[in-house]
């Protein structure tokens, strides 16, 4: 069984682009979940989507926004990035809202 | 608001030595708590959770840990640590609101294990 797929893996913007991080969540898994992690720092959880309904929004600016697919695969943008953007983005599924997560390998976002 | 704090930012052990990780939480109401693993490199893995039952949880690797309702803690232990048991550990919980299921990470502990 494939375990959630994140793409790109690796990437690097400039000040001002925008970015779009993909997440494929485990198959049968209705809900994910995206996680910023920045080096030395626990994750901090960005939006959970559960039936493609956004059910939960973290501290995060209005640049940043989700979606989630009839396929339940998921879309992080970021617009107008900053430096301070630069982290792993983690994304998460589950089959449910709250009884385990598992989660991708991440995609290492460098904003120069 | 609530938050998850571990104790420990950096623990250096030689193998064979006994582990414990410290995890407090601040949140009143029912909660559904994890740890979870990154070795260098990988992603992160769940070495087990607690959802309700017996607060003592047994995970992969020979990891368990305990939940202590009234002193709200999780705290991991191993009684015999290997050097492949490197790698940064994270407690997490999720307070089961029922609306959301965001995850609290607490900052993270890195273990490094000696040969």
């Known amino acids: 069984d494939a375990g959630v797929t994140q793409s790109p893996t690796h990437l690097i913007k400039t000040r001002g682009q925008h970015v779009t991080l993909r997440c494929s969540p485990i198959s049968g898994h209705k809900s994910v979940s995206w996680y910023q992690q920045v080096l030395g720092q626990g994750p901090q959880f960005i939006f959970q989507?559960?039936?493609?309904?956004?059910?939960g929004r973290g501290n995060f600016p209005d640049r940043f926004s989700a979606r989630q697919f009839p396929n339940y695969s998921s879309e992080l943008n970021v617009n107008a990035l900053l430096l301070g953007d630069s982290a792993l983005y983690l994304c998460?599924?589950?089959?449910?809202?709250?009884?385990?997560?598992?989660f991708g390998s991440g995609t290492r976002l460098t904003v120069v | 608001a609530q938050s998850v704090s571990q104790h420990n930012h950096h623990v250096i052990l030689s193998e064979a030595a006994s582990l414990e990780l410290g995890c407090n939480y601040s949140y009143g109401g029912t909660v559904n708590l994890f740890w979870y693993v990154q070795y260098p490199g990988q992603h992160l893995q769940l070495l087990l959770k607690?959802?309700?039952?017996?607060?003592l949880v047994k995970g992969i690797k020979g990891f368990e840990a305990e939940f202590i309702k009234s002193k709200f803690s999780f705290n991991l232990r191993k009684p015999s640590v290997q050097w492949s048991d490197t790698a940064e550990y994270f407690c997490?919980?999720?307070?089961?609101?029922?609306?959301?299921?965001?995850?609290?990470f607490g900052q993270g502990t890195t273990l490094q294990v000696k040969p």
């Open positions: 607690y959802f309700s039952g017996d607060p």
């Open positions: 998460a599924s589950s089959s449910s809202r709250g009884y385990g997560y598992t």
């Open positions: 997490a919980v999720n307070a089961n609101s029922g609306n959301t299921g965001k995850l609290i």
């Open positions: 989507y559960y039936e493609k309904e956004e059910r």
